[in-house]
C-alpha cells in the first residue's frame, strides 16, 4: 500500500508540474468547465479515478480549502459552489484563478479574504445573497488580472464601485439594481458583455456608462424603462430591451448606436401607432426581434436584414414596401427567416410580387 501511494505521489507531482505549465501557456478562452477531463490527456483522466479525493486534500492541505474541490488537472480553478457556505473559504491558495462559488449563501465580500490572491481571472458568485452595502469596494479593486465577475441572481442594490480596470464581462442580472452610479464603470475600457437584466433599472443618464468604449452586447430586458434609453455607447452592437413597457419609439430612438445589429424588444406592449415608421431602417441591422408586441403593421426594416420575428402581433395587412423599397433585378431583401405567425392575416393575403422582394428567404412562419 505505502510503495503504491508514493508511486500516486511520484504521478501527481509530474502531472501537476506538466499542467502548471499548460495553464500559464494557454488561457482556457473562458469556458469554465473540466476542460481537461474533456480535451483528453487520458493518463490524467486514468489516475483522476483512481484518485481519491480526502487523500489528496490531506496531503495538500496549503492548496486546497476543505470546502472545496480542487482539479488536480486544473491547478488554477477551485470549485466550491453549491455547498451551502455562508463566507468565502478563509486560505484562499494564492495560485487560484477561477474560483466557483455559485449557488451557495454568501452575502458578503471582504477586502481581508482576497489579500493574498493576485492572479484572480474569473470570479463566479451567482446565485448567492451578495448586498452592495456588505462588498468592500477594495475586495475586487486590487484584481488587476480580474477578466470575469459573475454576480447574477443575488441582493445587490447598485452596482459594484471601483471594479478593476481589466474586467471584460461583468454579469449582474436578476438583482435589485435600481440606479447606475455616474462613473461607474469609466474605468472598463475592455468590457465587451454587460448583463443587467431582470433588475429595476427605469433610466440611463449621460455618465452612468461612460467608460465603456469596447461594449458589444447590453442586455437590459425585464427592466422597468419606459422608453430606450438615450445615454448607450455606440458601440453596442447587440441591445437586449425586450420584457420593459415601452410606450414607443422615435425615429431617433437608435439613431447613435451605428453599430447596433441585433435588437430585441419583444414583449414590450409596443403598438403601432406609437412608432416612427422609420424607426428600424438603419443599414447594420441584421436581426430584429418585434414579437409578443401588438402591432398592426409591418414597420419599414432595412433591406439587409437578415431575421425578422413579429409573432404574437395583430398585422392584419402585409406590405411589400416594408422589405423593399423598389423590386428589381439588384434591388430585394436579403431576409432569411421571416416570422408572422400568430398576427391576424394568412398565407393567401401575401400581394402576388412578395417572391420577388424576399427572394433569398430560407423560412416564413405565417
Ligand atoms: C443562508 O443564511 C441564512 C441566514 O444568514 C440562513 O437563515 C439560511 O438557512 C441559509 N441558507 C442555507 C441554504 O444555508
Ligand atoms: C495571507 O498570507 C499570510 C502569510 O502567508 C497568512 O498569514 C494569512 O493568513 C493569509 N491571509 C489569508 C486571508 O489567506
Ligand atoms: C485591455 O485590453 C488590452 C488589449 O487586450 C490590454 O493591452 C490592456 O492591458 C487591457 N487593459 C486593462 C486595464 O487590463
Ligand atoms: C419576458 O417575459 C416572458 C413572459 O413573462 C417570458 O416568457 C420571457 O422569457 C421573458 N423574456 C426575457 C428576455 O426576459
Ligand atoms: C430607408 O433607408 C434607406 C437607406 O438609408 C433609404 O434609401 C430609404 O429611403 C429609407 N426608406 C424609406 C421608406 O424611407
Ligand atoms: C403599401 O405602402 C405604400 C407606401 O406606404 C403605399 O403607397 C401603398 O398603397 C401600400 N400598398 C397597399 C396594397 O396597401
Not at 445615454?231 to 447587440?238: G, K, R, V
Not at 406590405?319 to 423593399?324: E, K
Request: with cysteine; hydrophobic share 40%; aromatic share 8%.
Amino acid at each position: 500500500m505505502a510503495v503504491l501511494c508514493c508511486a500516486v505521489l511520484v504521478l501527481v507531482c509530474v502531472l501537476h508540474s506538466a499542467s502548471d505549465t499548460v495553464v500559464s501557456d494557454m488561457d482556457y478562452g473562458g469556458v469554465p468547465l473540466w476542460i481537461n477531463r474533456i480535451l483528453g490527456e487520458p493518463s490524467v483522466m486514468s489516475l483522476q479515478g483512481r484518485m481519491d479525493q480526502a487523500w489528496f486534500q490531506t496531503s495538500n492541505p496549503q492548496a486546497c480549502p476543505q470546502q472545496c474541490e480542487c482539479p488536480i488537472q486544473w491547478p488554477t480553478a477551485l470549485y466550491c459552489d453549491n455547498r451551502g457556505l455562508a463566507e468565502l473559504p478563509d486560505s484562499l491558495p494564492d495560485t487560484v484563478q477561477y474560483l466557483f462559488l455559485q449557488g451557495n449563501n454568501i452575502s458578503s465580500l471582504s477586502s481581508s479574504v482576497l489579500s493574498n490572491v493576485t492572479g484572480m481571472h474569473w470570479l463566479i458568485l451567482d446565485r448567492n445573497q451578495l448586498q452592495s452595502d456588505k462588498l468592500d469596494p477594495a475586495a475586487l479593486q486590487k484584481q488587476t488580472q480580474l477578466s470575469h465577475f459573475f454576480a447574477n441572481h443575488n441582493h445587490l442594490s447598485s452596482v459594484p464601485r471601483a471594479l478593476p480596470a481589466g474586467l471584460k464581462q461583468l454579469r449582474l442580472a436578476h438583482n435589485q439594481i435600481s440606479s447606475i452610479s455616474s462613473g461607474a464603470f469609466q474605468n472598463l475600457h475592455n468590457l465587451t458583455l454587460l448583463l443587467l437584466q431582470g433588475n429595476k433599472l427605469q433610466t440611463i443618464t449621460d455618465g452612468d456608462l461612460k467608460g465603456l468604449v469596447s461594449l458589444n452586447l447590453l442586455d437590459l430586458s425585464g427592466n422597468l424603462f419606459s422608453t430606450i434609453p438615450v445615454h448607450l455607447p455606440p458601440s453596442i452592437q447587440q441591445l437586449y430591451l425586450s420584457n420593459n413597457s415601452l410606450s414607443g419609439l422615435d425615429e431617433d430612438s437608435f439613431v447613435k448606436l451605428l453599430n447596433l445589429k441585433y435588437l430585441r424588444l419583444s414583449h414590450c406592449g409596443l403598438q403601432s401607432r406609437s412608432i416612427h415608421p422609420q424607426v428600424f431602417n438603419f443599414s447594420s441591422l441584421v436581426e430584429l426581434d418585434l414579437s409578443y408586441n401588438k402591432l398592426t403593421t409591418i414597420p419599414t426594416v432595412p433591406t439587409t436584414l437578415q431575421y425578422l420575428y413579429m409573432e404574437a402581433n395583430e398585422i392584419q395587412e402585409f406590405n411589400v414596401t416594408s422589405f423593399c423599397r423598389e423590386v428589381g433585378p439588384m434591388s430585394y431583401s436579403t431576409m432569411k427567416i421571416l416570422r408572422l405567425d400568430g398576427n391576424k392575416m394568412s398565407y393567401h393575403q401575401l400581394p402576388p410580387n412578395w417572391v420577388f422582394c424576399l427572394r433569398v428567404l430560407e423560412s416564413i412562419y405565417i
